[in-house]
């Protein structure tokens, strides 16, 4: 029996760094979470501060349910030693760290967004990218919003995926994200390079 289950955005982006000190990212960043609660979508993020954390604030401004996926061991540690945000309706404390934090993060949303981006969040794009997750970059946020094609097709020389959308405006972004989470099934296999075969899927 199918369910009509909501959709979950996850939002990933700069953490810290310059990029979080951007007004126009922030305020980007908060606008896009406010759309989110606005279309009735889950929020999740890596319960971290920066321009996640910021988007946050705007998904509990029309009260969107918000999950935060946290590197840390306990609430302890995520508060005292990652010095972390605790804000969301839920948090799940992994006790994974950073890197493998991230693919639970990102195996958790139906479709992610990239704001702004450092290291961390190219690491969240390659993994996200690699398993088939449909992808959408707020541009004109910093950091490698701007250069995702430039990193896709010129340094690592392989193609953009139809799932992947951009946009400045953040409605607009998730105007073309539900388009193609729709249209593009995840991969029913858990190594996103193993090509389906079935109809619609690979």
């Known amino acids: 029996m199918a369910h009509n289950h909501k959709l979950k955005i996850g939002v990933m982006g700069s953490a ?7 007004p126009h990212a922030r305020e980007m960043a908060r606008l ?19 321009l996640p954390n910021d988007a946050l604030m705007g998904a509990k401004e029309t009260h969107a349910f918000t999950l935060g996926i946290s590197p840390a061991f306990s609430e302890y540690e995520h508060i005292n030693e990652y ?15 950073f890197m493998e934090r991230d693919i639970i993060n990102i195996r958790s949303a139906d479709g992610v967004v990239i704001i702004g981006g450092g290291i961390g969040s190219l690491n969240e794009f390659t993994i ?69 075969q079935r109809k619609g899927r690979g």
């Open 128 to 196: 996200a990218y690699d398993e088939g997750r449909p992808i959408g970059i707020l541009t004109n946020t910093g950091g490698i919003s701007n250069h995702i094609e430039h990193i896709v097709v010129e340094l690592c020389q392989r193609t953009m995926p139809p799932n992947l959308v951009m946009d400045d405006d953040p409605v607009k972004l998730l105007d073309k994200l539900e388009l193609v989470v729709k249209a593009f099934p995840l991969p029913i296999r858990e190594d996103g390079r193993v090509k389906d």
């Open 32 to 50: 896009l979470g406010h759309e989110i609660g606005k279309r009735g979508y889950i929020f999740i993020n890596g319960a971290c501060p920066g």
């Open 83 to 97: 010095l972390s945000p605790h804000a969301h309706d839920m948090i799940m404390y992994t006790g994974m760290g």
């Open 16 to 22: 810290s760094g310059p990029q979080t000190e951007n």
